[in-house]
Nanobody, 129 residues
Framework: QVQFVESGGGSVQPGGSLRLSCSAS????????IGWFRQAPGKEREGISC????????VYADSVKGRFTISKDNSKNTVYMDINSLKPEDTAVYYC??????????????????????WGQGTQVTVSS
């Protein structure tokens, strides 16, 4: 069966860091564009990052650029999101997702959430003092 299992969320103080992980089974994440999304209370789900399997390049939303880093270990079929210098506004449920239609994220990567086929179950990140 196809699974995309997330882990690594938790509660941290402002300025803290976490490593979020998504481990895939039933498909190889290296074949596809892999996105990270988050949904804060009362807000729409938004794309925060995407990594292309075509060339390994990554893109980020302005709100997280310079603080969050996406990476993957193909031997473990796992993608990571290192979230650093955390702020209270980073509090959200974080999701990983695989886009089976493409290998490159593309310039409109934040506008094609509907293309993503496999989703993690979500992991809660809470940033508070």
């Amino acid at each position: 069966q196809v699974q995309f299992v997330e882990s690594g969320g938790g509660s941290v103080q402002p300025g803290g860091s976490l490593r979020l992980s998504c481990s895939a089974s039933g498909f190889f994440l290296d074949y596809y564009a892999i996105g990270w999304f988050r949904q804060a209370p009362g807000k729409e789900r938004e794309g925060i990052s995407c990594i292309s399997s075509s060339d390994g390049s990554a893109v980020y939303a302005d709100s997280v650029k310079g603080r969050f880093t996406i990476s993957k270990d193909n031997s473990k079929n796992t993608v990571y999101m290192d979230i650093n210098s955390l702020k209270p506004e980073d509090t959200a449920v974080y999701y990983c997702a695989a886009n089976l239609l493409r290998r490159a994220c593309g310039s409109e990567w934040r506008k094609n959430e509907y293309e993503y086929d496999y989703w993690g179950q979500g992991t809660q990140v809470t940033v508070s003092s």
